[in-house]
Structure formats: structure tokens, C-alpha cells
């Protein structure tokens, strides 16, 4: 399956730089191992979203005993943090009881991944503010920009607990979290003063902040977690859930004033390597993917099993006008065959 272009399919109201707040930096947040609170999915208050809407079936194995890839769910992850900003990083799981698709799920077939288990909203301690043109002038200082990670676990259920798996997965936070915190407030990407009009200056900038959101991606965030979870279940009696992969987005929430001003002085998605999602009116996303394939070796049963998992980062500017593609997770591990699965995200920002 190819991708399909990445298309905005409604415009949200325009942001207004009133409405963004001041570019003072946000209050500190308390360290990564207390910002543990969830449900804040019915705010009012939402300024970011990350929804993983569908899972579609491309490569499910049948067999006589055991059906590998037919009844998938999505355990997701959300976190905010901000560049050069010690201790801003705060977390949290969209629910603690994803729902799985009950009905088997046939290949090259699309199906629904409930609103509860996929859609992420950032409200409230999670709350984004949008990167605005005054934060690229500086004088001998830092750029502090947000970004909106979702981290998606896709597990396959077969005669495992799900509940049991989300709480494997919950005890694996920590690591996550950390990791992502350390590649993001780690970031230094140094201003001077300039104007928006001075291209190279701008442009490295902002190459500094695509590139921290570019290494948030599986093999660098979660790797250690997956090879816990791949023992955990191919020492488990019985058909127990598999790990199909991780599929992870990063996106850094940009006003659309912002993003017109670059390309009204000329610069353009392609000079950062992203693509224009939009019709040219200043609120288009610029994103980009980037693949991954991970080979992986756990012990089991006295041997060592081989295998691979594969998936992508979905990361880049996003506004407030919706945009959506499909992302793909691959895993060798299942019973040592393959599953693969296209997941349909779609991402927007908006005051």
C-alpha cells in the first residue's frame, strides 16, 4: 500500500495572536515522575489533537489454532514538553482501558478505533501554545517551542488480558517519558538578532526544532519497552495479546500568522524537507515522515528469537487546519509471522 498524499479536509476559525497568549515562557512543570495526571478528555479547553481514528488490516495471519492481527487495540501515550526548558515535561495516557475491536477484523479491511482509546487532546497541564514569529527573534538566547507527542502501543488481542498489558505498559512510563524529555528540553537551538526576513538564520532554527522532533521515534523512545513486552508475551502460556509495534507522532503546534510570514518571504516547506499540506492560505500544515525498521532478538524458551519491528514519526509543523494520513506498524513476532497494520491519524492545533 502506498501513502496517500497528505490532504487538510476542513479549515478550523483562524487563530488570532490575541488568543495565543504573550511569549512569556509557560510555569514550570513538577519533574517527569509526578506528571502522571490523566482524563482530561472532555475539556472544554483544547488547544492541541492527535487522533488515532482507524486501524486498516493489510497483512492478518490465519491459521488452524491461532488467528494473528484480527482483533487489534491502541494503547496511547501523550506528552508535552518544551525545548530548552528544564522540567516543563508532563504526560499522560488517553485512558487506562483501551477498547478493542471485538468483531475479527478481516485483511485489507478498515475499522474504527474508538474515540476513548485514540483520541488525544492537549488540555489543561498538557495545553500547547503555538509557536508565534516573535519567538525567532532573539538576542543571543534560546528557542522554547512546544511539541505534542503521541506515542501508540498496538497490540493485537487474542486470549490475553487487555487490562493486564495497558498496566505492563504503564509501569514502562517512566522510560518513555525521560527519554522523550531528555531529546526535547535537552534541545538548545540558539537565536540572535535577526528578523524573520533573514532567511538562513531562520531556517537553521527551525531545521534545529524539526530535527528534535524527527528523533522522537520508536527504535530511540521505546525500544527497551518492546523488548520487555515481547519476553513478557512469548513466555506467556496460552495465545497470549501480541505487540504488532509503536507508531509515534511529534508535532511542534505553529500559529497560521506564522507559517504565511515564511513563505511571504520566501521560504517554502521543501527548504525544511517538509511537505505543504493545504491551499496556500498560511494555515497548512508542513510535516513529514520518517521509517524505521528495527531488528530485535529476545530469548525464549532457551533459544533466541529474531525478528523485526517496523513503523514511522509523523512530526513537523501543524496549525489549525486539519490534516490526516495513514501510518503503518509492522511486527515479525506474532507467532513468528507477520502483521501489518495502516493506522489513520489526524492532527490539527487551534486556540
Known amino acids: 500500500m502506498h501513502r496517500r498524499p497528505v490532504v487538510a479536509v476542513a479549515a478550523l476559525t483562524s487563530l488570532v495572536l490575541a488568543a495565543c497568549g504573550s511569549s512569556a515562557q509557560p510555569a514550570p512543570s513538577p519533574p517527569v515522575i509526578d506528571s502522571s495526571a490523566s482524563g482530561d478528555v472532555a475539556s472544554a479547553a483544547r488547544t492541541g489533537f492527535v487522533g ?26 501523550k506528552i508535552r514538553s518544551t525545548t530548552g526548558v528544564k522540567d516543563s515535561t508532563r504526560w499522560a495516557w488517553v485512558t487506562d482501558t483501551p477498547e478493542w475491536i471485538k468483531d475479527s477484523a478481516k485483511a485489507n479491511q478498515a475499522r474504527s478505533i474508538p474515540d476513548g482509546s485514540g483520541d488525544a487532546w492537549f488540555t489543561g497541564d498538557l495545553a500547547v501554545r503555538p509557536l508565534e514569529e516573535t519567538q525567532l527573534i532573539g538576542t543571543d538566547t534560546n528557542l522554547n517551542a512546544d511539541i505534542m507527542v503521541t506515542v501508540a502501543f498496538v497490540l493485537e488481542k487474542d486470549n490475553g488480558d487487555t487490562a493486564a ?24 537551538i540558539p537565536l540572535s538578532v535577526k528578523t524573520i526576513a533573514d532567511q538562513k538564520p531562520t531556517i537553521d532554527a527551525l531545521l534545529a526544532l524539526l530535527a528534535t522532533a524527527e528523533k522522537i521515534q520508536a527504535p530511540t523512545i521505546t525500544v527497551d519497552i518492546l523488548i520487555q513486552l515481547l519476553q513478557r508475551f512469548a513466555t506467556a502460556l496460552g495465545d497470549a495479546n501480541d505487540v504488532i509495534g509503536v507508531a509515534t507522532s511529534a508535532f511542534i503546534p505553529t500559529s497560521g500568522q506564522l507559517i504565511g510570514l515564511l513563505e511571504r518571504v520566501g521560504i517554502k516547506p521543501q527548504a525544511l524537507g517538509l511537505f505543504g499540506e493545504g491551499e496556500g492560505d498560511g494555515n497548512q500544515a508542513w510535516t513529514n515522515y520518517k521509517t524505521w525498521r528495527k531488528p530485535i532478538e529476545i530469548p525464549y524458551t532457551g533459544n533466541i528469537r529474531t525478528g523485526f519491528i517496523a513503523g514511522e514519526v509523523w512530526y513537523g509543523f501543524l496549525t489549525d487546519r486539519w490534516v490526516d494520513d495513514w501510518m503503518y506498524v509492522e511486527s515479525e513476532f506474532p507467532w513468528q509471522t507477520r502483521v501489518k497494520y495502516w493506522l489513520k491519524v489526524t492532527a490539527s492545533m487551534r486556540a
Open 52 to 77: 488515532w481514528d482507524d486501524v486498516r488490516l493489510e497483512t492478518v495471519e490465519e491459521g488452524s489454532i491461532v488467528s494473528n492481527g484480527d482483533e487489534p487495540f491502541v494503547a496511547v501515550l
Open 165 to 188: 498489558d495497558v498496566r505492563v505498559l504503564k509501569s514502562l512510563t517512566d522510560p518513555v517519558v525521560r527519554q522523550v524529555a531528555t531529546i526535547v528540553e535537552g534541545a538548545k
